[in-house]
């Protein structure tokens, strides 16, 4: 069994931010993708990492996935619960992404070197100097941060990872 979380992009991490049109219409869109694949989703803004991170704790039998968007990305590397596959999408702000510890399997990052958008995006994920196991991809795009959410080709990737998971 698989369950997947997802951890929204957005400027204040609040639940009415999530689902204004346009923030996070991308990972929405890639949630459903998920959910074609039988695997449930659950998905929060970026400030209710903790309560995903319990949610994790609480009912994962199998393997968990945890994918971040922005904001998301970055308090995806927050995480304390086990995670099979972490996929950052530009995690931001850059300085908010901390390095990654033996909780986390495999991590995909689609890092940006052009987000163009006022500071925010070009984060990447590391390794924790003590973490000798974690796996990370990293996959370089350049383009503007609001538009990696929708970029099809990252989606086809993530989807065939979560697929190798099955």
Not at 17 to 39: C, F, H, K, S, W
Not at 63 to 71: E, K, L, T
């Amino acid at each position: 069994m698989i369950r997947a979380f997802i951890l929204l992009g957005g400027v204040t991490g609040s639940a009415w931010e999530a689902y204004v049109p346009g923030v996070n219409t991308g990972m929405l869109g890639l949630r459903d993708q998920i959910v074609a694949l039988g695997v449930p989703v659950t998905v929060y803004p970026w400030g209710s990492y903790a309560q995903c991170d319990a949610d994790i704790f609480a009912n994962v039998v199998g393997h968990s996935v945890v994918i971040g968007y922005s904001g998301g990305g970055s308090r995806a590397t927050y995480l304390k619960s086990h995670v099979d596959l972490l996929v950052g999408y530009d995690p931001s702000p850059s300085y908010q992404v901390s390095p990654l510890r033996t909780n986390v399997g495999t991590a995909i990052c689609y890092y940006n070197t052009s987000p163009f958008f006022f500071g925010l995006g070009g984060g990447a994920y590391k390794l924790a100097a003590d973490n000798k196991t974690t796996i990370i991809h990293t996959i370089t795009v350049s383009e503007q941060h609001l538009a990696v959410q929708y970029d099809s080709s990252l989606h086809a990737h993530t989807i065939a990872a979560i697929r190798g998971l099955l």
